[in-house]
Nanobody, 111 residues
Framework: QVQLVESGGGLVQPGGSLRLSCAAS????????MNWYRQAPGKQRELVAF???????NYADSVKGRFTISRDNAKNTVYLQMNSLKSEDTAVYYC?????WGQGTQVTVSS
């Protein structure tokens, strides 16, 4: 049974940083492209970043230069480092691999 568990969300002031983690069980993450999505209230879920099996990465224009996706294959975990956070980054963040989703972690950027 595949499980993805996100953590690391919270309340942060504008300009602050957070690091999200997605720990997997029942699946070997290094064999798959991993995605981070987010969904803000009243909006559609959007792809934020992905990392391929060869560590190529891609980002939504709205987060480029501020967010970094990475993976630790030994820990079977994917990360999303988020810097220079803005209020518009407020959302529930989800990790995804193939058809599997985590439960999400809330990120709130507010002063």
């Amino acid at each position: 049974q595949v499980q993805l568990v996100e953590s690391g969300g919270g309340l942060v002031q504008p300009g602050g940083s957070l690091r999200l983690s997605c720990a997997a069980s029942g699946i070997t993450l290094k064999l798959y492209t991993m995605n981070w999505y987010r969904q803000a209230p009243g909006k559609q879920r959007e792809l934020v970043a992905f990392i391929t099996t060869t560590a190529n990465t891609n980002y939504a224009d709205s987060v480029k230069g501020r967010f970094t996706i990475s993976r630790d294959n030994a820990k079977n975990t994917v990360y999303l480092q988020m810097n220079s956070l803005k209020s518009e980054d407020t959302a529930v963040y989800y990790c995804n691999v193939r058809a599997q989703w985590g439960q999400g972690t809330q990120v709130t950027v507010s002063s």
